[in-house]
């Protein structure tokens, strides 16, 4: 097994491990990425993934509305809010 | 300098799907509400909300499969793109990925007296994200989320494309076939469509370059400028000695020049895997088959249709098929009335589509007034009227200001053609013109011209000038 | 006080109590609080209307099937204007303005919710000391060391604890690799994961997404019935629910087999077990043979990749689950300068260890470079082990097992992951298989500390389990 980039990782799941932590989690990573690594003794050539138990097709609606939520029920958990909308500080691009 | 060189264009063309509701939600698919209006708690990405598919998004995407001549899968999954943005609520998009809805189509485009064959890779159905507001505040950006999870379709062409225009010559094509099986509106200031332009340049007859992605560019103006700016920005680089870096670049509107997005420390890895909140899209032959019928006449059918049945000149032809709405406006007037359709076609990209222009209007508009239009245009080509008094009621008949009929008697308009009558006023004419009618019989041609002119003068323009025409000849070869 | 539904609807229809009484009597125990097993109750005022609502159907004499009944519900079914938190520091401040699909059934049939059980962050764990709101100790002590606590299992750890304590009469969980049988197992009480697909999972906190399912946490097998009835539905609104015909599952639940019913015991989950372990297997063996069932050996051939398969697939999907957790719309927002900052604060602050790694897990093995091998094998794996199962469900009714591999530990006692990651052993392949399985406890351990044992069935055939599983429970019953 490579060795694990967990800064590459974190940076992916965006968090900030603090720098005392990166190994402990970078350590545990390895233990068990190293135990679940019996899995590539199965040979799975003639077998297709399984996504979901229930193997049926996606279940669709017609293409109709129904009421939206109300916009201060959407906003009513927002940390920040300015009018009626999210607010954060500024993104560059 | 950039004689040598060539540019290599791929394009990724964003179409918004004209639903009524969101691809996995019931909320309106709607633009310019106010902010958060159009949002419900499964586009806001609460805890627990769960996607439903939108079938109309499915049967948007076959039509369009008919009409870009894809191989239409029976088999496509929705699968999770990872990434953070304020705009993407659910911390990921759920697009399409190892199993496209469309794959493997084409259109032809014209350039010059030729046309190319541009090859499309794919197309996919995904969610749109929202829209962060970064020009009201200084040190705050806004976040409205009532474009999220709108439906895309994402048509990915193969690098085919080699200049400016023929960018612009494929983004029409796709636009006009878009809105002609009525799956997208077309509004690039809306953002409706919007192009994502992957460019390379390439020394001729060399091997691909490393390419940048020009992001979201919604006008043909931006897509010409930025085109033009990135192919010299890369020429420039590799004259200087330089590599050209992978990048997502943006356009800055207000230079018109391309620069890189803010560096990311590492590179994208969207982590694709299958939505396991959604099952796989399995399509029977007959659910695919039932949607034909919906795709309706493409442009190229109406062309060929306009140039055989009705005898309509190549370009005048092409006016009217440019948009669905010309199209159908001429062939409601077609069905309407018994008027030759190229005398129709003549005055509908003529005087009728002038007035459109002039008053800023919708050609969809005039739907309700084909009646009217095709009588005046009956009145002209029947001769009651002038053509030239066609052209001046015509803007009246537009703006519902009366019948054709009405407006002809209101002012006077109508055609004198009873020959009695014409001959009396000819006869007139002639009175005192000897000298005239000799040389009119010693050949000179213009004298009749001045004869027609003169009675025309005395039938204050009302008479017919075919009739006035044909008594003369007769009386001068007395 | 371990009334079953049936025992407290009818002292309420007979008027012996009233529904107030009743919802203050596990109101009280519930917020006495020994044993942390609920992140919020519900006062009695907040409640007052559902109450008297009841009240006045039991009068009128036309009570629903639930009606006046006290639940507890986990931290991670989303309860309109009632704080759901996933036990997590991220969502402590989070008030839905919508109510789950479950939860919304059981208020339709009448039953009133006491509280919001503990449970372990994000349903990530096994012993219910991941949760914010700190760990759920087991009402159970040992025998040999009763000071010490022990943990009730997890994630559901806080509904089992809350059933067992007497502060709810049932409570509704979640099972996603054994969520809602461990905890049973280990609290002496009975666990159901229903089939996958059955119980809606709208508008409950994902965490794995393929796996996830709601069931109650129950005193009996009949009170596990009573709920199912209500929460056993199709919804719409999840595209993974299915749409198969619903049975009423309290029909029959007492009546004997009128078939001849054959029960598999997998001889490679017993290797290495501990005598505690196989008493459990027996002791069950003994009471159902009497009734004419008969038991024999299967083997399965996937067993030692389940648990690889199950924390490859759940972490995958928790890391893309939880990517909206970010404190930009709901949930606590950490201060930062930039938006990257309050991201990364929000999450990095917002998220516990046992999350944090699994995040990290997840998006290791999704990542470029990684996916086939470790993403995708597991998918594969998982279609092997759905298949090994069908292969068994085809020689047999039901499978028997062992719910758990051990009894409660102490808390704080298992620090190792991989350790902790193997308590699920027995629930894991089932949840992978999308089967129903159900936890009843079957006997005491040496330490005189509860065990149970695990009856798998076939896909949506929940009644003849809990046919099955009420069979079982006359004999085996060691509560009061």
């Known amino acids: 097994m490579s060795d694990i980039d967990i800064k590459r990782i974190s940076y992916l799941a965006k968090l900030k491990l603090p720098s005392e932590k990166e190994e402990f989690y970078s350590n545990s990573l390895k233990d068990i990425i190293k135990w679940v690594d019996n899995l590539k003794k199965v040979d799975t050539s003639k077998t297709e993934p399984l996504h979901n138990v229930t193997e049926k097709t996606v279940s669709i609606r017609n293409d109709e509305v129904s009421k939206s939520n109300s916009v201060d029920d959407v906003l009513s958990n927002a940390p920040e809010r300015a009018q009626n909308f999210f607010k954060v500080p500024k993104v560059v691009e | 300098m950039s004689n040598n060189w060539e540019m290599v264009i791929g394009l990724e063309v964003h179409a918004q799907l004209k639903t009524s509701s969101k691809l996995f939600s019931s909320s309106p698919n709607q633009f310019g509400s106010d902010p958060n209006e159009n949002v419900n708690f499964i586009d806001s990405g609460m805890p627990g909300m769960l996607p439903v598919m939108n079938f109309g998004c499915i049967e948007m995407a076959i039509k369009t499969g008919y009409a870009l001549n894809f191989n239409i899968n029976k088999h496509s999954v929705f699968e999770r793109k990872n990434y953070f943005y304020p705009d993407l609520p659910q911390g990921y998009q759920i697009s399409q990925f190892e199993f496209p809805i469309l794959s493997e189509g084409y259109i032809?485009?014209?350039?010059?007296?030729?046309?190319?064959?541009?090859?499309?890779?794919?197309?996919?159905?995904?969610?749109?994200?929202?829209?962060?507001?970064?020009?009201?505040?200084?040190?705050?950006?806004?976040?409205?989320?009532?474009?999220?999870?709108?439906?895309?379709?994402?048509?990915?062409?193969?690098?085919?494309?080699?200049?400016?225009?023929?960018?612009?010559?494929?983004?029409?094509?796709?636009?006009?076939?878009?809105?002609?099986?009525?799956?997208?509106?077309?509004?690039?200031?809306?953002?409706?469509?919007?192009?994502?332009?992957?460019?390379?340049?390439?020394?001729?007859?060399?091997?691909?370059?490393?390419?940048?992605?020009?992001?979201?560019?919604?006008?043909?103006?931006?897509?010409?400028?930025?085109?033009?700016?990135?192919?010299?920005?890369?020429?420039?680089?590799?004259?200087?000695?330089?590599?050209?870096?992978?990048?997502?670049?943006?356009?800055?509107?207000?230079?018109?020049?391309?620069?890189?997005?803010?560096?990311?420390?590492?590179?994208?890895?969207?982590?694709?895997?299958?939505?396991?909140?959604?099952?796989?899209?399995?399509?029977?032959?007959?659910?695919?088959?039932?949607?034909?019928?919906?795709?309706?006449?493409?442009?190229?059918?109406?062309?060929?249709?306009?140039?055989?049945?009705?005898?309509?000149?190549?370009?005048?032809?092409?006016?009217?098929?440019?948009?669905?709405?010309?199209?159908?406006?001429?062939?409601?007037?077609?069905?309407?009335?018994?008027?030759?359709?190229?005398?129709?076609?003549?005055?509908?990209?003529?005087?009728?589509?002038?007035?459109?222009?002039?008053?800023?209007?919708?050609?969809?508009?005039?739907?309700?007034?084909?009646?009217?239009?095709?009588?005046?245009?009956?009145?002209?080509?029947?001769?009651?009227?002038?053509?030239?008094?066609?052209?001046?009621?015509?803007?009246?008949?537009?703006?519902?200001?009366?019948?054709?009929?009405?407006?002809?008697?209101?002012?006077?308009?109508?055609?004198?053609?009873?020959?009695?009558?014409?001959?009396?006023?000819?006869?007139?004419?002639?009175?005192?013109?000897?000298?005239?009618?000799?040389?009119?019989?010693?050949?000179?041609?213009?004298?009749?011209?001045?004869?027609v002119g003169k009675c025309l003068k005395a039938t204050k323009g009302k008479g017919n000038p075919k009739l006035i025409n044909k008594i003369l000849l007769e009386r001068l070869k007395k | 006080m371990k009334n079953s539904i049936s025992q407290i609807k009818k002292a309420l229809i007979e008027k012996k109590i009233s529904v107030g009484e009743l919802y203050d009597e596990y109101l009280a125990k519930a917020k006495s609080g020994n044993n942390n097993s609920f992140n919020l109750v519900i006062d009695r005022d907040n409640n007052i209307s559902s109450i008297n609502d009841s009240q006045n159907r039991y009068d009128n004499g036309n009570p629903l099937p639930l009606d006046g009944i006290p639940l507890g519900i986990k931290d991670l079914f989303c309860t309109k204007g009632i704080r759901t938190t996933a036990s997590s520091k991220i969502l402590s401040n989070f008030i839905p303005n919508y109510e789950s699909f479950v939860t919304q059934q059981l208020l339709n049939d009448g039953s009133i919710f006491i509280g919001k059980n503990n449970c372990d962050e994000f349903a990530m764990g096994s012993s219910n000391e991941t949760s914010y709101f700190g760990p759920v100790i087991n009402p159970w002590k040992n025998k040999n060391s009763q000071k010490d606590n022990l943990v009730p299992g997890g994630s559901s750890g806080g509904s089992a604890a809350a059933v067992a304590e007497g502060s709810c009469v049932a409570s509704m969980g979640t099972d996603t690799g054994g969520s809602i049988r461990q905890p049973a197992s280990l609290c002496g009480i009975v666990g159901l994961k229903p089939t996958f697909g059955s119980c809606s999972r709208w508008g409950i906190v994902a965490f794995a997404s393929s796996l996830d399912q709601a069931g109650p946490l129950t005193n009996c097998v009949e009170d596990a019935a009573y709920v199912l009835n209500s929460i056993n539905k199709h919804d719409f609104n999840d595209s993974t629910s299915s749409n198969h015909q619903r049975e009423d599952y309290l029909v029959d639940i007492n009546n004997s087999f009128e078939k001849k019913i054959k029960i598999g015991i997998p001889s490679d989950y017993l290797e290495d077990v501990s005598d505690d372990i196989l008493n459990q297997i027996d002791n069950t063996k003994k009471a159902l043979s009497k009734h004419g069932i008969e038991f024999v050996d299967v083997k399965f051939k996937t067993t030692e990749y389940a648990l690889s398969t199950y924390y490859i697939l759940a972490p995958a999907e928790a890391s893309s689950n939880l990517a909206r957790y970010d404190g930009i719309r709901y949930g606590v927002r950490e201060d930062g300068e930039s938006l990257d900052d309050i991201y990364l604060n929000s999450r990095t602050k917002g998220f516990g260890d046992e999350v944090t790694r699994r995040i990290l897990i997840g998006a290791y093995v999704l990542s470029a470079g990684y996916y086939d091998a470790y993403y995708r094998q597991a998918q594969k794996v998982r279609r092997l082990i759905k298949n090994d199962f069908q292969r068994i469900l085809n020689e047999v009714d039901f499978i028997l097992t062992p719910t758990t591999p051990n009894e409660a530990f102490k808390i704080g006692d298992k620090l190792d992951p991989i350790s902790m990651y193997k308590n699920d052993i027995y629930t894991v392949p089932t949840s992978l298989a999308g089967l129903p399985g159900i936890s009843i406890p079957s006997g005491l351990s040496k330490n005189g500390l509860p065990l149970g044992v695990q009856f798998i069935g076939n896909y949506f055939e929940e009644k003849s389990l809990l046919q099955l599983a009420a069979l079982a429970e006359k004999e085996l019953s060691f509560n009061e």
């Open chain 2, 108 to 451: 032809n485009i014209e350039t010059g007296d030729n046309q190319k064959k541009i090859r499309i890779e794919r197309a996919h159905l995904e969610q749109d994200a929202g829209k962060s507001i970064h020009d009201i505040d200084p040190k705050y950006s806004f976040i409205d989320l009532n474009r999220v999870g709108t439906p895309l379709l994402e048509i990915v062409s193969y690098p085919d494309l080699s200049s400016a225009d023929e960018v612009i010559n494929y983004i029409s094509s796709l636009r006009q076939l878009l809105m002609y099986i009525d799956v997208c509106d077309g509004n690039m200031q809306e953002g409706s469509l919007r192009a994502d332009v992957n460019l390379s340049v390439r020394k001729k007859g060399q091997e691909l370059g490393t390419r940048c992605e020009i992001k979201n560019l919604n006008s043909f103006k931006f897509i010409k400028q930025a085109i033009e700016y990135e192919f010299q920005r890369q020429i420039n680089i590799i004259d200087g000695g330089g590599e050209i870096e992978q990048n997502t670049m943006l356009f800055d509107t207000s230079t018109g020049e391309t620069r890189a997005m803010r560096s990311k420390e590492f590179s994208h890895d969207y982590r694709y895997f299958p939505d396991p909140d959604l099952l796989p899209v399995n399509l029977s032959q007959e659910q695919i088959d039932k949607i034909k019928p919906l795709v309706g006449e493409l442009p190229q059918d109406k062309f060929n249709k306009y140039l055989d049945n009705y005898s309509l000149d190549k370009d005048i032809a092409k006016i009217i098929i440019a948009e669905k709405q010309n199209a159908n406006l001429f062939e409601k007037m077609i069905s309407e009335s018994t008027v030759k359709p190229k005398f129709i076609a003549a005055w509908l990209v003529g005087d009728i589509f002038a007035f459109i222009k002039e008053n800023n209007l919708e050609v969809n508009s005039l739907n309700d007034k084909t009646k009217d239009i095709t009588d005046l245009l009956r009145l002209i080509s029947d001769d009651v009227i002038s053509n030239k008094a066609g052209k001046e009621i015509l803007p009246k008949v537009l703006n519902g200001e009366g019948k054709p009929s009405e407006l002809v008697k209101e002012l006077g308009l109508e055609q004198v053609s009873d020959s009695g009558e014409l001959e009396k006023v000819i006869d007139e004419a002639l009175v005192g013109e000897e000298e005239n009618i000799l040389k009119f019989q010693g050949g000179s041609d213009r004298v009749l011209g001045y004869f």
